[in-house]
Structure formats: C-alpha cells, structure tokens
C-alpha cells in the first residue's frame, strides 16, 4: 500500500530534550515536506526536501532541523523543543513532476511542557 | 507572498442539502493550482479537489465541485448531497509553478463543516 508513516503517533516532552520524528514513504516521491498545523493557521511548511541531501527552509522553519539521507525517510529533529512548538506535524510527500498531489501521513501530535 | 483566506470558521448544514464553502485567494501569478483537502476526525488530510489555474472548466468529483472565479481570486467548494461522512475541517490550499519549495501548499485558516443528521 502506498503510504506515507510517521513515528510516534503522540508525543509528550519537557522543555529542551531533544527528538526525532520519523518520516518515511514508499512511493518513490523526490519531494517530502513537513509542516505543522496550529488553530485558525492551518498548515504552514517547515522544511521540505527536494532530492536525497537537498533541503531547504519553508516559512516557519525556526527551531527545527530535517535531514535527506535517503530518498525515503525525511525526519524531523527538534533539538531543543520550547511550548510554543506545541502542535501537530504533518509529513507530505510527492512527485516532482505532475500531478503535484501532496501525500500526507498521519500526524504527530506533540505536546511540549 | 501568497495568502489563502477561508472567512467561514465554522458551517453546519442538514444531511442530504447542499452547502458551499468559501476561499479566496491573493497572488500575483497567472498559473497555478488549487485544491481542497479534507481533514476527518482522524486527522488524516484528504484530497478532495484539485483546479488548475489554465483550465475554464470548473473541477468536478462526485457530489464535490468548484466555483473557480481567476478574475476574482475565488476558489468555492460546493457538496452536494451532504452526508454525515463530511463531518470535517475543510482546507483550501493553493500550490504555484513553476513548482517550487518542494510543492509547497499555502493553507487557509480551514473550515469546520458539520452536517446534521
């Protein structure tokens, strides 16, 4: 089946100690995203990646860092996690080339206190 | 920069009506492409529609259809027959060539749609 996983699912943390969300596809997609989703903002980008060791800023990429090692896995690392990163996280993969439809994993909820 | 402006927060429509939803849109480019995704209480996002800037003819997929207005910078959707399954958040979203940023979409604030049974 063609999907898009994320790891862990729920998160809960405390100021400053460092994590890693995982991100892996299976449809061979170039491009992979992450963003977060906060109320009344929807989803804004954080990181994106457009070829294996090729990543660049998306608009709200303070305090996060990715890393493309490999085509399918794309995680996200919070090495010093703050309340206000409180949120849900979406990874997002696709074609570099039409249709341009964004696959979407299943959302990490994290909880920063 | 592109924005997206969803200006309804909230919607509730009775089960079997029809009901649109509004998006509209600023940018200064001529081709690009829309979509609405669905967000259930799962959180998993949907696409339910996408429109291609170039393209007149109005995005249609079962009893989901668009109002897209270039002029206007409007981008609607429309469900017709409502079902309870449409319980959801509702996402405009607006992606532009020549494609950059990794595809990247610009979301608006979303739309809670709720039908009532």
């Known amino acids: 089946e063609a999907q898009v996983t994320q790891n862990p699912r729920y998160l809960i943390t405390v100021t400053g100690k460092k994590l890693t969300v995982t991100c892996s596809q299976n449809m061979n997609h170039e491009y992979m995203s992450w963003y977060r989703q906060d109320p009344g903002l929807g989803l804004r980008q954080i990181y994106y990646?457009?070829?294996?060791?090729?990543?660049d800023k998306g608009d709200v990429p303070e305090g996060y860092k990715v890393s493309r090692k490999e085509k399918r896995n794309f995680p996200l690392i919070l090495e010093s996690p703050s309340p206000n990163q409180t949120s849900l996280y979406f990874c997002?993969?696709?074609?570099?080339?039409?249709?341009?439809?964004?696959?979407f994993g299943p959302g990490t909820r994290l909880t920063v206190t | 920069a592109q924005t997206v402006t969803q200006s309804q927060p909230e919607m509730s429509v009775q089960e079997a009506e029809t009901v649109t939803l509004s998006c509209t849109y600023d940018?200064?480019?001529?081709?690009?492409?829309l979509f609405w995704y669905k967000q259930p209480p799962s959180r998993q996002m949907i696409l339910v529609i996408r429109q291609e800037a170039y393209k007149q003819q109005n995005a249609t997929e079962n009893r989901f259809s668009v109002n897209f207005q270039k002029a206007a910078k409007s981008f609607s959707l429309k469900i017709s027959d409502s079902q309870l399954g449409d319980t959801a958040m509702y996402f405009c979203a607006f992606m532009k060539p020549p494609i950059r940023a990794g595809n990247m979409l610009t979301f608006g604030g979303g739309t809670r749609l709720m039908v009532k049974p």
């Open positions: 990646s457009m070829n294996v060791e090729v990543t």
């Open positions: 940018t200064s480019e001529n081709n690009y492409y």
């Open positions: 997002a993969s696709s074609l570099s080339t039409g249709p341009h439809e964004q696959y």
